[in-house]
């Protein structure tokens, strides 16, 4: 199990340093969109990718040695530096080099300019975290609680009432949500603040400032266990252990909690692992709109200003959770159903 | 003008057979089968002889030439295809009319007649001209004879020291021409409109003052606690928002408004305003200064002088610095006595070329305004601060009779008004050369003050030191922004009532227009602007109240033709340099005064900027741009401007809007282009396409802004009887990554048809903000958004000032200082010619300047020395450069006059240099010779001395 577990770990690491080998090999070949004039901000970004040895940069023109220029800025005296792309694999050795020899992820280009941006990530982090880790605690207890119970109450008007509101919610996305939930909670009732209060807000703002965002991106998800939850669950139900559990004397609760649900929750838990994900891929829109600090806007902040930096470190944060989850997920099949021996020998 | 249709169609048919019969152009592209009562069934024939041109090189004279009118010419049918002859010969007629109008009370007895002589003689062309080109010839050659009737001035001008009247009427003079040759682009509405502000807001004012606003934070107070606001120290906060995080408040090396406004808050400037006992204006007071500039060597006795000195606070008169830092290092800048020397420091700070600080650059730059010493002690620091280079710089501090002065030579003679406008900056907020050491710099070279450092365990907080009325007293990323007041202001007991600030960083209301006002309803902020959708439920509420504008926004336009563009913006671009690849596809109608026109009438600004509530303006400058800064009268409001704008406003609703003449302008631009060969038509089915671009801010600006104008300038155009539907105009959306892109990546490097956007300027110094029109970088800071007119030329639209014939460049130099005119045309005071350097059997190199001097008879001319640079040792080397004065060498440097005012300077570079320099001093892998030469000079000019001046040039010394 040991080492099934770290060799798990190690892929898992594999994996995470393929994807973001691919996204920075594929970022840096977008076609370029060739920047213009004096702007001396733009001149110093080219002067710092210089400095990273992601550019080269003559005071003359080369084009026919190193294909057009990525950018000509007019320097003192009448003369021009023209910067020139290095081949992408030379700037992704170079890229991996300052990541492992100086744990240097680069710094932001223009979201916090000069700020390492490893640094921003972990100054932003906490509140995402938070915010999931919020909607994890509500949304798992609530959505397996409906499915149980329309599971339970199979083919009634309880079941179908809550099978139908699950269909209707989960097609709402959470930004419609959010902005309906603001504009009557904070805006009309004024019960909770129209956007996350900030660190310096006493605890009760602080409290109230998450329930919009969590209920908001635990929606889809309660609605996502309750689906899920109901079909394991009725189809556990209906299996012939569960009738000779009563055959043999076990009340309907007893087969129910001792059988039906543990078995119930082999396929369920591993999902829960893996929802926190998508949940933090979820939080992208939905923190900018309640204005939390989080990576999520960080990573639509990172794309929009084209601060690549930042998007790579972002990346890496959320394969690396993405990618322990799913381990994570593996490991809870053994301990959940201990038939299941992971990295056991034949 | 519809009633001749009728006939235009008659004239058509007749055409058609003309053009079936007749000769054929060169390269014909098949006529496209219309129905017969479409206007453009003809295409217009493409002659435009160089003959029918108008002569650029005819000398100028006092008398005016006659237009040649000729015998009659035989009958021939009009071709013009989209408007009928009386029509377009009526507007031709109309353009010559208005030219003629905007000069004649400026013009002598002599010029005058000559001038209303040309005009008729032109008109009379005009009207015997039978086909579009001649009767575009016939305008040409009259707008030409009008122009020289004129005399040109020639000389030595200035008319700085005319009265604030006079000086306005050149303004009006300015403007008039900037919008008959279409450099002020299609101005659409002024920033100003209703703002709303919680009731628990006292403001200084309730009537807004032009160029001040409410007085809110520095007279008015808060009355009541913000309930929403849960922390109790800042429940008397004013609570506003920004939607962005500016990510630094360093403003002296912003480019924006954003930094610059937020750092308003902390900063303290030599003189600032505060509203007047009246709270209707506002008055000048010192602020770090103890009184008002008093002029050194006003030799003359008028007010004017270029060095000024006043007395500043210091420490001992208990002026202290503040920081909100808890870190210890920074805690004990607190309540630090403010030292003479700081004053000098910040400016030190800006102007060192090596702290790469955009506003330093700016200063360097500066023309109105401009600190004696500055662009040169600039182009020295490369490396750092220079010494030998600061001590040429006109800023001085000193003590005399015990008291500390800061002294400030100008580059140009100023009023002590212009001098403490041009002096009272934030940016120049005295600061210790300990506290930027501690602070320290970023990778880039750049201070880290104001700003985060590397590892953010710094923030702003910790950087700043300020002496403003508010310090930052928390900064928390991406959440909010908190100012205090500041008990060591200066002000502190009688100003600023406000106990602070709460800035939050509001995300959520970039993409979302409603998204400030919804928090403000809650109470939760202190003030917003009306979204559109919500004008007219709050228009007349009684939080509401409305403002003049600082800025007003433009569609500006490329007009340039291919020529000029490739000159401005080509590969080896003055301006800047673009890639082949990288040419902007120009589009024929841009370059059509006409069309541009159109475009100007076809927009309804009055429902469009009600609609947003923002003012209805066709100005380029905005209302609070003063006339008379010292008596607070709007430019807007003189006659100069009234006269400058009517063009603009004649037979429309007042606002420039005026559909009929939209369409009209739009057919009497296509009838041009379709005659000079530039469009061709289609047919109404397969109609040819006119896609114009409209390059905008933000994507929102789609919604908000572009779909409303798109409809305007389309609805407008693209109606049947303009064109019979044979053009469908298309207005392009077009938006960048950065809000700041339609100006980097689109107007200011010639990438763009219409850029939406504005210059804001020195609001009391409107004839000095003008300068962005200029064509002449040098005189905009390049910050010219308007292409297509060479503003140093006489030949294209006259500018008539005191009886004489001026480049726009050339009167805008006059008013804001001194201009050599030569032909009417501005003239540097002296100009270089550099011929290359030959190796000479010894080793040694030979090279030589001609030097013009404009006016000899005025001008004192003194080579001062050559400076010799290690450019091989800067490029290809260690990036280190040394410079060598050539003039430390005997003979190295001869001075020989060829004949008045003519000079060649011939220079020697000792084989022993040459030899070190080859390689870089050793340092370069592959040496290609690189050098370059600094010819220092100075001059006196009718008395005035200009000195510390270089020529540079670069050259190669030979490789082997």
């Known amino acids: 199990m040991g080492k099934y577990v770290l060799k798990r770990i190690g892929l898992a690491f594999v994996t995470c340093f393929i994807v973001l080998s691919l996204t920075f090999i594929l970022v840096k070949l977008l076609p370029f969109e060739r920047p213009i004039g004096g702007d001396p901000q733009q001149i110093a970004y080219y002067d710092r990718q210089y400095n990273l040895g992601y550019v080269y940069r003559f005071d003359r023109n080369m084009d026919d040695v190193y294909g057009p220029y990525l950018y000509r800025s007019p320097e003192n005296k009448g003369r021009s530096n023209y910067y020139y792309m290095v081949p992408v694999m030379e700037q992704y050795v170079r890229w991996l080099g300052n990541i492992v020899l100086h744990w240097d992820w680069g710094s932001s280009k223009s979201i916090q300019p000069n700020v390492n941006a490893s640094v921003i990530i972990m100054n932003r982090l906490p509140y995402s975290i938070k915010i999931n880790f919020f909607s994890v605690i509500f949304s798992v207890p609530l959505g397996i609680l409906l499915g149980i119970w329309a599971a339970l109450k199979k083919n009634t008007m309880t079941d179908h009432t809550i099978s139908t509101m699950v269909m209707v919610f989960i097609s709402v996305p959470s930004f419609v949500l959010i902005t309906f939930m603001i504009h009557i909670f904070a805006y009309r009732l004024g019960w909770l603040p129209s956007s996350w209060p900030a660190d310096t807000s006493p605890t009760k703002q602080k409290v109230l400032g998450f329930i919009i965002p969590v209920f908001c991106l635990s929606f889809g998800s309660v609605c996502g266990y309750c689906r899920f939850v109901r079909a394991e669950l009725c189809e556990v139900l209906e299996s012939e252990y569960l009738l000779l559990a009563r055959t043999k004397g076990l009340t309907r609760r007893q087969a129910i909690v001792r059988h039906a649900l543990k078995n119930a929750m082999v396929p369920i838990f591993p999902a829960v692992l893996m929802e926190v994900i998508g949940l933090l891929t979820g939080a992208t829109i939905l923190e900018t709109l309640y204005n939390i600090p989080g990576i999520g806007r960080l990573f639509l902040l990172a794309i929009n200003y084209k601060d690549y930096d930042i998007l790579f470190v972002d990346m890496a944060i959320f394969d690396t959770i993405g990618l322990l989850a799913g381990v994570l997920s593996d490991m809870a099949y053994g301990f959940i159903d201990p038939r299941i021996r992971m990295g056991a020998k034949k | ?960």
């Open chain 2, 1 to 960: 003008m519809k009633k001749t249709s009728k006939l235009l169609a008659i004239l058509l048919v007749v055409a058609m057979v003309f053009s079936a019969c007749g000769p054929q152009p060169a390269e014909t592209t098949p006529a496209p089968t219309q129905p017969a009562t479409q206007a453009p069934e003809t295409k217009a024939p493409e002659t435009t002889p160089a003959a029918t041109q108008p002569d650029t090189t005819q000398p100028p004279a006092t008398e005016p030439q006659p237009v040649e009118t000729t015998a009659p010419a035989p009958e021939i049918p009009w071709d013009g295809a989209y408007m009928d002859k009386d029509d377009f010969q009526a507007y031709i007629t109309h353009d010559l009319n208005l030219m003629v109008e905007s000069i004649e009370d400026q013009l002598d007895d002599a010029a005058y007649t000559a001038v209303k002589a040309a005009e008729k003689a032109g008109e009379e062309a005009i009207a015997a001209g039978n086909t579009v080109a001649e009767v575009k010839s016939a305008y040409a050659d009259a707008v030409a004879a009008v122009i020289n009737a004129v005399p040109a001035a020639d000389g030595l001008f200035s008319y700085k020291k005319e009265s604030n009247a006079e000086r306005t009427n050149i303004l009006g003079i300015l403007e008039r021409f900037a919008i008959a040759t279409g450099i002020t682009g299609v101005s659409l509405f002024e920033n100003g409109g209703y703002v709303m502000y919680n009731p628990r807001i006292t403001l200084g004012t309730e009537n807004y003052i032009v160029g001040y606003g409410f007085g809110l934070l520095a007279e008015g107070s808060i009355t009541a606690d913000l309930a929403f606001e849960t922390n109790p120290d800042w429940a008397r906060y004013y609570h506003t928002y920004e939607v962005s995080d500016p990510k630094t408040l360093l403003y002296h090396d912003d480019q924006g408004s954003q930094v610059g406004d937020l750092f308003t808050y902390m900063g303290a400037s030599f003189y600032t305003n505060f509203m007047n006992e009246t709270k209707d204006g506002y008055d000048w007071v010192p602020e770090l200064a103890k009184e008002k500039p008093v002029a050194v060597n006003d030799e003359d006795g008028d007010g004017m002088a270029t060095t000024w000195k006043f007395e500043v606070r210091t420490g001992d008169d208990g002026l202290k610095y503040t920081t909100g830092s808890q870190i210890e290092s920074r805690a004990a800048f607190n309540d630090r006595p403010v030292a003479l020397e700081d004053y000098e420091t910040i400016f030190k700070l800006l102007l060192t070329a090596s702290n790469k600080l955009y506003r330093g650059s700016e200063l360097a730059a500066m023309k109105s305004g401009a600190i004696a010493g500055t662009k040169e002690y600039y182009a020295a620091s490369e490396n750092g601060f220079n010494a030998d280079a600061w001590a040429n710089v006109g800023i001085k501090t000193f003590v005399e009779d015990g008291k500390n002065y800061f002294q400030v030579t100008f580059a140009q003679e100023q009023t002590q008004f212009y001098c403490m406008y041009y002096i009272a900056s934030s940016l120049y907020m005295p600061i210790p050369q300990e506290f930027i050491d501690l602070v320290g710099k970023n990778a880039e070279g750049k201070p880290m003050l104001f700003s985060f450092n590397s590892d953010a365990t710094e923030t702003p907080v910790d950087n700043s030191l300020i002496l403003g009325p508010y310090y930052v007293s928390r900064y928390d990323a991406d959440q909010q922004i908190i100012y205090t007041k500041n008990p060591n202001y200066v002000f502190a007991d009688t100003k600023y009532a406000i106990e602070g600030l709460h800035v939050k960083i509001y995300t959520a209301a970039a993409s979302d227009t409603n998204a400030g006002f919804n928090e403000f309803l809650a109470e939760h902020f202190d003030s917003a602007g009306i979204p559109q959708e919500h004008l007219n439920e709050y228009r007349n509420d009684p939080r509401t109240r409305s403002t003049t504008g600082t800025s007003n926004f433009k569609l500006n336009a490329n007009a340039c033709d291919q020529e000029t563009w490739e000159y401005l913006f080509g590969v080896d671009g003055v301006v800047a340099q673009n890639a082949v690849e990288d040419y902007w596809d120009l589009k024929p109608a841009m370059g059509n005064h006409h069309f541009v026109q159109g475009v100007s009438y076809s927009i309804d600004r009055l429902t469009f900027a009600s609609a947003r509530g923002s003012i209805p303006s066709v100005d380029y400058l905005a209302s609070n741009y003063m006339s008379d800064p010292e008596n607070g009268l709007s430019y807007s409001v003189t006659e100069a401007h009234k006269n400058a704008v009517a063009q603009l406003l004649d037979d429309t609703d007042g606002y420039g809007y005026s559909l009929e003449l939209a369409r009209d302008y739009f057919r009497l631009a296509l009838t041009e282009l379709e005659a000079e060969g530039k469009y061709q038509p289609g047919t109404k089915e397969n109609p040819t396409k006119i896609e114009i671009e409209f390059a905008w801010m933000y994507p929102t600006h789609e919604e908000n802004y572009h779909n409303e104008i798109k409809n305007f300038i389309e609805t407008a155009f693209n109606d049947d009887s303009v064109c019979g539907g044979v053009y469908q105009l298309e207005c392009v959306f077009w938006v960048g990554n950065e809000w700041s892109d339609v100006y980097y990546n689109k107007m200011m490097v010639g990438q763009f048809d219409f850029g939406f956007g504005s210059i804001t300027g020195n609001s009391l110094d409107p004839i000095g903000f003008v300068s962005v029109l200029s064509s002449d970088q040098d005189i905009s800071g390049s910050f010219t958004l308007n292409w297509g007119v060479d503003t140093n030329s006489t030949d294209v639209y006259p500018i008539v000032y005191d009886g004489m014939k001026w480049s726009f460049d050339a009167l805008y130099n006059a008013v804001n200082g001194t201009a050599i005119a030569s032909k009417g045309q501005n003239k540097a005071a002296v100009s270089f010619v550099y011929h290359e350097m030959e190796k000479q059997e010894d080793g040694s190199y030979v090279g030589s300047f001609d030097v013009e001097v404009a006016l000899p008879d005025l001008t004192e001319l003194t080579i001062d020395d050559i400076a010799c640079c290690d450019y091989e040792r800067y490029y290809n080397g260690d990036k280190q450069y040394e410079e060598t004065y050539l003039g430390d060498f005997e003979g190295a440097i001869e001075v020989t006059e060829v004949e008045k005012g003519i000079y060649k300077v011939t220079f020697t570079v000792p084989a022993e240099l040459a030899a070190a320099y080859v390689d870089g001093n050793g340092t370069s892998a592959e040496p290609e010779g690189y050098t370059g030469f600094d010819l220092y000079y100075s001059y006196t000019l009718d008395g005035a001395e200009n000195n510390g001046l270089y020529y540079s040039v670069n050259d190669y010394f030979v490789v082997e």
